[in-house]
């Protein structure tokens, strides 16, 4: 069975940071190609940012400076470090695993930035 779990979301002020966890299991971790996205009730679903089994990574721009995600492929775990938080990144954050045709999507986590 595979699960994606997040954790790490939470109400911070504006200028603050987070850092988001998401543990996998029961995917050969080290070949996926990880991601966060983030959703709001008026917007679709968006990348944030990307790594992949190369550990290349790649941002939105929006989030460029200020965000940065990482892999440990020993804890199976991805993580997305969220500094100089602004309110417009209010949104529930998910977890996102691919390879080729395969997708699997955690539960999501909500990041709340306000003062």
């Known amino acids: 069975q595979v699960q994606l779990v997040e954790s790490g979301g939470g109400l911070v002020q504006p200028g603050g940071s987070l850092r988001l966890s998401c543990a996998a299991s029961g995917i050969a971790f080290t070949v996926y190609d990880m991601g966060w996205y983030r959703q709001t009730p008026r917007k679709q679903r968006e990348l944030v940012a990307a790594i992949t089994s190369g550990r290349s990574t790649r941002y939105a721009d929006s989030v460029k400076g200020r965000f940065t995600i990482s892999r440990n492929n020993a804890k199976n775990t991805v993580y997305l470090q969220m500094n100089s938080l602004k309110p417009e990144d209010t949104a529930v954050y998910y977890c996102?695993?691919?390879?080729?045709?395969?997708?699997?999507w955690g539960q999501g986590t909500q990041v709340t930035v306000s003062s």
């Open positions: 996102n695993a691919a390879l080729m045709e395969t997708d699997y």
